[in-house]
């Protein structure tokens, strides 16, 4: 795809922090105060008397417990966990026909980028692996300005109106009055607001599918959710939905998975996004644009303003223009990624908003919320939010201002700088808004055209394979299992219902309430307080098609064990030939090999060679693992069955539906685990093919971890957590 032509790029990913020169660095150096003055004692305070009280007099002790005492800034509102890297975008083609953004018309430049994962409701330390969609905002540092795509994981959004988003964001935050539960939706006020507010249910469906728990912020897809603009050079505009599609495919974990890993290392996404960054397994996503002609604007089934609603990728194919590449590490974390402002009215020239109601409330909170987090309207200055272009206008002072404008006059027009800075006409790159004809009367309203709030849950839930669908049902009966007041469960199958008949049964039947015969309505809020609900109902729009191939995971890319983890059991008297074998093979295949035994340190092979412990039981786990290999080797074998945690840590990898690999001489430790109740009978071949692979080709194990999961085994067997 990639055009052979690409000059020397124009900005080469120079570091944005370099940019704005404000790095420090104390290699070499000593330690001063922040005024400047060497220090002499950074170990003891300044006292009357070796056992005296402290002297007021001590500045140096004054400025860094002052310092120290306003470290901190306000989290953010919402997605304040996140992860984030620098890297660049490169196009594959000129996208002139469509916008005229400069960065989307020269295939030669790199656009540095800084991109920002995050999940939505815990706190800062909460865990990566809540079930919570995740954000995915990409900063361009394009010649022509800053531009922000501020997206998510998930191609839709909960609600239809940004009136709505405190609401929705209260109810799935910790309860007031006791602050529980941290980082999760399972409880009585989300399912309350849900409940009440159909227009959730497609998120919903999405929310409660595997898709909200990425095995890797690196295999997650990427969506623009709303309709933006497109605008050409000669002012012609087409509506765009802007994608991004991850080269390692999109993967996710087990619920059970992501609850233990919650445990076992709650950094898991930032640690797996940094290691694969240090280990030179650069992250990559493809930037896809579905974009439609204004013409076709109303040619749907569902409305483009409405966030809640995606256009299926059969209707409107995505078409892929250009390629991120995640490259470089934060060199310090809050100066970088916790000050980076997003805001998705950070727009260029060529781009512009459409009328979604969610899109227009956004675009008034991004710069308000920063300036209670980052404390002032200088926040732009941060060297992380800076442009790479100059900044020249008329704005001045405020809080911790950086620039020294130089010059006597601040104001426009003037005569005394002789009328600088200009204004730029359209053809000298200012920016103008989409000529856009409006013509209507002021009103609180949702247009008929969002009414429609099942339609595409539906599609969704019938585009799931069978064991994506049962995760779903295992999710509900989770998060409704722990709603205590029973009319919101009834109401919320009452919504399933809608959703799939089926779905609806299956939930009910693990959260002991019955599927209510006609589901509750009236309280659904939308449509507006003076309008009769009765009279105005939510009504389903049949679909133009019934299953969409792109919304299902099951079928993603699955032919690379890139930066995959695999695990190698061993212990004294293992077969070390083997495992230099085995670990070579896996290297070969870019994945990350990690050795386990009982003890850190050499381990002894029966060949004479030694084996280097990574991790030993205690610290590592399967859940941290995408597969796991046992070598031979008769003494090594009987020392782990000793361990016994390394038979709860195949079992494990079993439930999990991971590839395993046994070699014929370590079956024993397969006999002790409930693998051989379940594969009892079955020929080698037959267990490979549900990824158990005994004594097989290095070729066959390395198929079934690009495989990723084996979720057939969850219908065969039940394996204890
Ligand atoms: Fe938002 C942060 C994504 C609706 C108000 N949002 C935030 C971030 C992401 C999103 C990825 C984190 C950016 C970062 O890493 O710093 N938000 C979305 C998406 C939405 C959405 C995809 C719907 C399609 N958001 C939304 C609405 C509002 C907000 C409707 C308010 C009316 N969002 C905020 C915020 C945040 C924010 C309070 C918190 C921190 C920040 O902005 O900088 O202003």
Same mark, same amino acid.
């Given at each position: 795809?990639?055009?052979?032509?690409?000059?020397?790029?124009?900005?080469?990913?120079?570091?944005?922090?370099?940019?704005?020169?404000?790095?420090?660095?104390?290699?070499?150096?000593?330690?001063?105060?922040?005024?400047?003055?060497?220090?002499?004692?950074?170990?003891?305070?300044?006292?009357?008397?070796?056992?005296?009280?402290?002297?007021?007099?001590?500045?140096?002790?004054?400025?860094?417990?002052?310092?120290?005492?306003?470290?901190?800034?306000?989290?953010?509102?919402?997605?304040?966990?996140?992860?984030?890297?620098?890297?660049?975008?490169? #196009?594959?083609?000129?996208?002139?026909?469509?916008?005229?953004?400069?960065?989307?018309?020269?295939?030669?430049?790199?656009?540095?980028?800084?991109?920002?994962?995050?999940?939505?409701?815990?706190?800062?330390?909460?865990?990566?692996?809540?079930?919570?969609?995740?954000?995915?905002?990409?900063?361009?540092?394009?010649?022509?300005?800053?531009?922000?795509?501020?997206?998510?994981?998930?191609?839709?959004?909960?609600?239809?109106?940004?009136?709505?988003?405190?609401?929705?964001?209260?109810?799935?935050?910790?309860?007031?009055?006791?602050?529980?539960?941290?980082?999760?939706?399972?409880?009585?006020?989300?399912?309350?607001?849900?409940?009440?507010?159909?227009?959730?249910?497609?998120?919903?469906?999405?929310?409660?599918?595997?898709?909200?728990?990425?095995?890797?912020?690196?295999?997650?897809?990427?969506?623009?959710?709303?309709?933006?603009?497109?605008?050409?050079?000669?002012?012609?505009?087409?509506?765009?939905?802007?994608?991004?599609?991850?080269?390692?495919?999109?993967?996710?974990?087990?619920?059970?998975?992501?609850?233990?890993?919650?445990?076992?290392?709650?950094?898991?996404?930032?640690?797996?996004?940094?290691?694969?960054?240090?280990?030179?397994?650069?992250?990559?996503?493809?930037?896809?644009?579905?974009?439609?002609?204004?013409?076709?604007?109303?040619?749907?089934?569902?409305?483009?303003?409405?966030?809640?609603? #995606?256009?299926?990728?059969?209707?409107?194919?995505?078409?892929?223009?250009?390629?991120?590449?995640?490259?470089?590490?934060?060199?310090?974390?809050?100066?970088?990624?916790?000050?980076?402002?997003?805001?998705?009215?950070?727009?260029?020239?060529?781009?512009?908003?459409?009328?979604?109601?969610?899109?227009?409330?956004?675009?008034?909170?991004?710069?308000?919320?920063?300036?209670?987090?980052?404390?002032?309207?200088?926040?732009?200055?941060?060297?992380?939010?800076?442009?790479?272009?100059?900044?020249?206008?008329?704005?001045?002072?405020?809080?911790?201002?950086?620039?020294?404008?130089?010059?006597?006059?601040?104001?426009?027009?003037?005569?005394?700088?002789?009328?600088?800075?200009?204004?730029?006409?359209?053809?000298?790159?200012?920016?103008?808004?989409?000529?856009?004809?409006?013509?209507?009367?002021?009103?609180?309203?949702?247009?008929?055209?969002?009414?429609?709030?099942?339609?595409?849950?539906?599609?969704?839930?019938?585009?799931?394979?069978?064991?994506?669908?049962?995760?779903?049902?295992?999710?509900?009966?989770?998060?409704?299992?722990?709603?205590?007041?029973?009319?919101?469960?009834?109401?919320?199958?009452?919504?399933?219902?809608?959703?799939?008949?089926?779905?609806?049964?299956?939930?009910?039947?693990?959260?002991?309430?019955?599927?209510?015969?006609?589901?509750?309505?009236?309280?659904?809020?939308?449509?507006?307080?003076?309008?009769?609900?009765?009279?105005?109902?939510?009504?389903?729009?049949?679909?133009?098609?019934?299953?969409?191939?792109?919304?299902?995971?099951?079928?993603?890319?699955?032919?690379?064990?890139?930066?995959?983890?695999?695990?190698?059991?061993?212990?004294?008297?293992?077969?070390?030939?083997?495992?230099?074998?085995?670990?070579?093979?896996?290297?070969?295949?870019?994945?990350?090999?990690?050795?386990?035994?009982?003890?850190?340190? #050499?381990?002894?092979?029966?060949?004479?060679?030694?084996?280097?412990?990574?991790?030993?039981?205690?610290?590592?786990?399967?859940?941290?693992?995408?597969?796991?290999?046992?070598?031979?080797?008769?003494?090594?074998?009987?020392?782990? #069955?000793?361990?016994?945690?390394?038979?709860?840590?195949?079992?494990?990898?079993?439930?999990?539906?991971?590839?395993?690999?046994?070699?014929?001489?370590?079956?024993?430790?397969?006999?002790?685990?409930?693998?051989?109740?379940?594969?009892?009978?079955?020929?080698?071949?037959?267990?490979?093919?549900?990824?158990?692979?005994?004594?097989?080709?290095?070729?066959?194990?390395?198929?079934?971890?690009?495989?990723?999961?084996?979720?057939?085994?969850?219908?065969?067997?039940?394996?204890?957590?």
């Amino acid at each position: 795809m990639a055009s052979k032509k690409i000059k020397k790029p124009a900005v080469n990913n120079k570091k944005i922090t370099d940019l704005a020169a404000n790095t420090e660095d104390g290699t070499g150096q000593f330690l001063t105060t922040n005024h400047g003055v060497k220090i002499n004692d950074n170990q003891n305070s300044l006292k009357s008397g070796e056992r005296g009280s402290s002297l007021l007099e001590d500045f140096i002790l004054r400025e860094k417990i002052t310092h120290f005492d306003h470290e901190r800034i306000p989290e953010r509102i919402v997605h304040a966990r996140g992860s984030a890297a620098h890297g660049f975008f490169q #196009l594959y083609q000129p996208q002139g026909q469509y916008t005229k953004a400069k960065f989307l018309n020269d295939i030669s430049v790199q656009t540095p980028v800084f991109v920002r994962f995050s999940t939505v409701a815990g706190s800062k330390g909460s865990t990566d692996l809540a079930r919570d969609v995740r954000g995915f905002a990409v900063k361009f540092y394009t010649e022509e300005g800053n531009y922000d795509l501020v997206g998510n994981n998930i191609p839709v959004f909960f609600i239809q109106d940004a009136i709505k988003f405190p609401d929705l964001i209260h109810a799935v935050k910790p309860e007031p009055h006791n602050e529980m539960p941290q980082a999760g939706s399972a409880h009585d006020s989300f399912w309350d607001f849900v409940s009440i507010m159909p227009e959730s249910m497609h998120m919903i469906m999405w929310a409660m599918s595997d898709r909200a728990l990425p095995r890797s912020l690196r295999m997650m897809e990427g969506f623009g959710i709303h309709t933006f603009r497109l605008v050409n050079e000669q002012g012609k505009s087409v509506f765009v939905k802007f994608h991004w599609k991850p080269l390692l495919g999109v993967h996710s974990v087990a619920w059970d998975e992501a609850q233990k890993i919650s445990g076992k290392n709650s950094d898991f996404h930032k640690q797996d996004l940094w290691e694969a960054i240090e280990n030179g397994a650069f992250p990559e996503w493809e930037l896809g644009l579905q974009i439609v002609a204004e013409k076709d604007e109303h040619k749907f089934d569902f409305d483009l303003l409405d966030p809640t609603k #995606l256009i299926p990728e059969e209707l409107v194919p995505v078409q892929i223009i250009g390629k991120m590449t995640l490259n470089r590490n934060p060199d310090n974390f809050f100066a970088e990624a916790e000050q980076v402002a997003f805001h998705p009215g950070h727009i260029v020239p060529g781009i512009d908003f459409s009328n979604d109601p969610l899109l227009q409330g956004r675009l008034f909170s991004y710069t308000d919320t920063q300036l209670s987090r980052l404390g002032s309207s200088n926040f732009h200055e941060i060297p992380i939010n800076r442009p790479i272009t100059p900044v020249h206008n008329n704005q001045r002072d405020g809080h911790m201002r950086q620039t020294i404008n130089r010059g006597t006059v601040a104001n426009d027009p003037n005569t005394i700088a002789q009328g600088c800075p200009f204004q730029a006409k359209a053809m000298e790159g200012g920016f103008t808004s989409f000529n856009e004809r409006i013509d209507a009367r002021k009103v609180r309203a949702r247009s008929a055209s969002f009414h429609d709030h099942f339609s595409q849950a539906t599609l969704f839930y019938n585009s799931q394979s069978e064991a994506e669908k049962s995760h779903i049902v295992s999710a509900l009966r989770f998060e409704l299992g722990k709603v205590e007041r029973e009319t919101i469960r009834i109401r919320v199958l009452g919504l399933l219902s809608q959703v799939d008949k089926d779905l609806a049964q299956k939930v009910a039947a693990g959260i002991g309430v019955d599927v209510p015969k006609k589901p509750e309505q009236p309280m659904n809020m939308s449509f507006g307080a003076d309008v009769d609900p009765k009279r105005v109902q939510s009504k389903n729009v049949k679909q133009a098609i019934e299953k969409s191939a792109a919304l299902s995971m099951a079928n993603t890319i699955k032919n690379s064990i890139k930066s995959r983890q695999v695990a190698i059991l061993v212990a004294d008297g293992v077969n070390e030939t083997a495992v230099t074998q085995m670990k070579n093979a896996l290297v070969a295949g870019k994945a990350v090999v990690k050795v386990i035994a009982p003890k850190l340190g #050499l381990i002894k092979g029966i060949n004479g060679g030694v084996v280097k412990a990574d991790q030993t039981f205690l610290t590592a786990a399967s859940v941290l693992f995408d597969a796991v290999y046992v070598p031979g080797g008769a003494k090594s074998i009987a020392a782990l #069955l000793e361990e016994q945690d390394p038979v709860h840590f195949v079992n494990e990898a079993y439930k999990h539906c991971k590839a395993i690999a046994i070699d014929d001489e370590a079956i024993e430790l397969l006999n002790a685990t409930y693998i051989a109740r379940s594969v009892a009978g079955a020929s080698e071949k037959e267990m490979a093919k549900s990824g158990v692979i005994v004594n097989a080709s290095h070729k066959i194990f390395i198929k079934a971890i690009a495989q990723h999961r084996f979720w057939d085994r969850e219908k065969k067997d039940k394996v204890p957590a």
